[in-house]
């Protein structure tokens, strides 16, 4: 049996004495830590990172349980074990397995040595990420087993530092197998069965770990590692789609570690982008969780957790949940989540609930539950908030670094009379928006009014202004693209790839944007494209953001043919240098689309093309360019290449296919064709004896 990894010498034990007895009498360091923004625990490399920046090692640093009870202690791995462990851990994410079947074999393995230490490896800083790689690989018979495994200790894992994330990502696995379950149940359960295991299905293995979870979940949403888990566990119950599993959201923070494996296939979560179909039971659980998690919080608790850096999320979800699940009746409802939140009649003013959501409006944590409130709260109550709150204010609010997010849902939901309104009132504040960069406000106003069928004369008039009267000038302005020589332009790309610029890419989102609309704002971008010189174009195609706006231009829908015909002609000369260029080369492919119908353009970038066949075939860039543009086609088969120019996509079709197709025109088809030509030899007395025959059987 393995031994105890322990440390030699009296003062490293005295000295580990004595940090566990520091981290004994800290539940006020505890509720200290709540406090701060940190909402997950960073793992770099084989560390993980604590809040302070230092590295934690298990049983060191750990911090206390603040519940009812401490967290149990569930033993270390031995070092064989670890070192094990962690060997197994490499070699599921590298992957460098000769089949499916090789690595099905080493899981297969690796499960058996990890049978009774699964909570042990779930705990373990360095082994836990195994346990999160077996989760993302195993099949549903496994997961079943795991979470077995993990019943009883629920309340616990999901509050541990390393285990919580195992949590999660055991609930996202299974979470697309109570669908399949519900779809088509004998598949699976004769999957389970023949292990010889007693059934169980998925929707109970969720049910019971939520009963597990009952009665805790007050604290647990303010609990830095369990709050995660809690949030995972209402998607999925609620059936939301698990797309927000891949990216930055209330699932988690920015600094979480996406534990994967390298070209691993189905080693991912599946059916993320839809809504899945999910049991009648688990729409009566998120009912129980919401109502469990604030029965015992009254008002001003429940307004403290609105700004909590680590609550809110949570309180997020649970309040998206209420209205979309019941918004009518959680309104009218005085024990709802909502009524406690706002207590007070909406339009009044002067009351407590006012002041709430005038405080929400302009704190960084708070305004993200405001904008849930905007977005899902039903028709009648949005236009209430919208009259008292904000429909006189939007100028203001639109100002402000926080509030200018509430104001984009707002805009996203107001009727035609009220954006007609927003639009008067924001147009003489769009030259302060854009200075500060607010730009994701006029982007919201631009598409709204697109889509309501508003005048955006004004919006326009406004831009003109901010950004400059000359077309050339205004464009470079907006996208931030200096006019440089052409000597200081690769370290001027060298700056691009090291620092993004956020606000750079706003610019060019809004830019983007503009052209989508036709009329005015579309002509502030194309003028401005028409008016650069060859120089400052070829910059415009290389620079990372804003040769998105130049493909735009180029491809966007109903975009008229006498733009795309003065435009692409400047680059003639220079399309061998923009297609081994790694951005400037999706400015070639989209040359491609614009010239659809100009053939002579399609023949010229074509022949340059052709004029540097080995550069282009040298670069990666160059390579992809070749195949977009059908260059081997060009080659070989000149005559297709450019019908397809005339409009028509593909080869041309021969003389046998275009009879073929006049033949089908005309109502005929080959049966027919033949019953016809036998009724032409009976009229015509095809089928009588010949003359001379007749004669040879009479002498007979």
Wanted: proline share 4%; aromatic share 6%.
């Amino acid at each position: 049996m393995p031994k105890e990894h322990r440390k030699r010498g009296r003062r490293e034990e005295k000295k580990r004495k004595r940090e566990e007895a520091e981290d004994y009498e800290g539940p006020s360091k505890r509720l200290k830590s709540l406090e701060t923004e940190g909402e997950d625990v960073e793992r770099v490399g084989d560390k993980r990172i604590g809040e302070d920046g230092n590295t934690i090692e298990y049983g060191h640093g750990h911090t206390p349980y603040a519940g009812p009870r401490e967290l149990p202690y569930y033993g270390m791995l031995g070092e064989d074990e670890q070192e094990y462990f962690k060997r197994a851990d490499s070699m599921l994410e590298l992957n460098q397995f000769a089949d499916a079947e090789e690595r099905e074999l080493f899981l297969m393995n690796v499960y058996k040595e990890a049978n009774n230490k699964e909570l042990k490896i779930a705990n373990s800083q360095s082994c836990s990420r195994l346990m999160e790689r077996l989760v993302l690989l195993s099949k549903p018979h496994q997961l079943k087993v795991l979470f077995q495994k993990f019943s009883g200790h629920f309340l616990n894992l999901v509050q541990h530092r390393f285990a919580s994330h195992c949590c999660e990502a055991l609930f996202l696995k299974a979470a697309p197998i109570v669908t399949q379950e519900l779809i088509a149940p004998p598949e699976v359960v004769m999957e389970d069965l023949s292990s010889g295991d007693v059934y169980v299905s998925m929707e109970n293995l969720f049910l019971y770990t939520l009963n597990e979870l009952e009665g805790n979940l007050g604290y647990l949403m303010t609990d830095q590692f369990a709050s995660h888990p809690l949030r995972v566990l209402l998607v999925v119950l609620s059936g939301k789609p698990l797309a927000a599993a891949d990216s930055t959201s209330l699932l988690q923070s920015k600094k979480k570690e996406h534990v994967s494996i390298n070209g691993g296939k189905g080693a991912h979560i599946e059916g993320t982008s839809e809504a899945r179909t999910v049991p009648d039971s688990f729409h009566i659980a998120v009912g129980q969780m919401i109502t469990g998690t604030t029965s015992g919080l009254d008002t001003t608790i429940l307004r403290a957790l609105a700004m909590h850096p680590i609550a809110n999320p949570v309180l997020q979800l649970l309040l998206e949940l209420e209205l979309t699940m019941s918004g009518k009746q959680c309104v009218k409802d005085p024990n709802s989540l909502f009524r406690k939140l706002l207590t007070d009649d909406l339009s009044e003013e002067g009351t407590e609930s006012a002041s709430f959501v005038n405080s929400l409006i302009y704190d960084t944590i708070g305004s993200r539950l405001l904008e849930v409130i905007v977005t899902d709260v039903p028709g009648k109550t949005f236009k209430t908030l919208y009259k008292n709150y904000f429909g006189e204010k939007l100028g203001t609010l639109a100002k402000n670094e926080i509030a200018a997010f509430v104001v984009t849902k707002i805009i996203e939901r107001v009727n035609k009379e009220d954006l007609q309104s927003a639009v008067d009132q924001l147009s003489p504040h769009i030259e302060t928006l854009t200075k500060r960069s607010r730009t994701s406000v006029i982007k919201a106003l631009i598409q709204r009014c697109r889509v309501r069928g508003v005048d955006t004369q004004p919006i326009s008039a406004a831009l003109g202004t901010a950004y400059g009267q000359e077309p050339s000038e205004r464009l470079m302005t907006m996208l931030k693209v200096s006019a440089q020589s052409a000597d200081g332009m690769a370290e001027d790309r060298r700056k691009q790839l090291d620092a993004q610029d956020s606000s750079k890419a706003h610019e060019s989102l809004l830019a983007q944007c503009m052209l989508d609309s036709p009329g005015p704002l579309r002509e502030l971008i194309t003028d401005g494209l028409l008016a650069m010189e060859t120089p400052m174009l070829l910059k415009l195609a290389k620079d990372r953001t804003a040769s998105r706006v130049l493909q735009n231009a180029l491809t966007c829908a109903e975009q008229s043919q006498k733009f795309r015909r003065v435009l692409i002609p400047r680059f003639y000369g220079h399309i061998e240098e923009l297609a081994v260029d790694t951005v400037a080369s999706h400015v070639v492919d989209s040359f491609w689309e614009a010239s659809e119908g100009l053939k002579f353009i399609r023949e010229s970038i074509a022949k340059e093309l052709a004029q540097h066949e080995s550069d282009l075939r040298a670069s990666v860039p160059g390579r992809a360019v070749w195949r977009n543009w059908k260059m081997d086609i060009y080659k070989t088969k000149r005559n297709d290449y450019f019908s397809s120019a005339k409009g028509h996509e593909g080869p041309t079709k021969t003389s046998i296919e275009l009879a073929r197709e006049r033949f089908a025109a005309n109502g005929n088809t080959r049966p027919q064709k033949l019953a016809n030509l036998k009724l032409q030899k009976k009229a015509s007395g095809a089928n009588r004896i010949p003359h001379e025959q007749v004669a040879v059987k009479e002498k007979v």
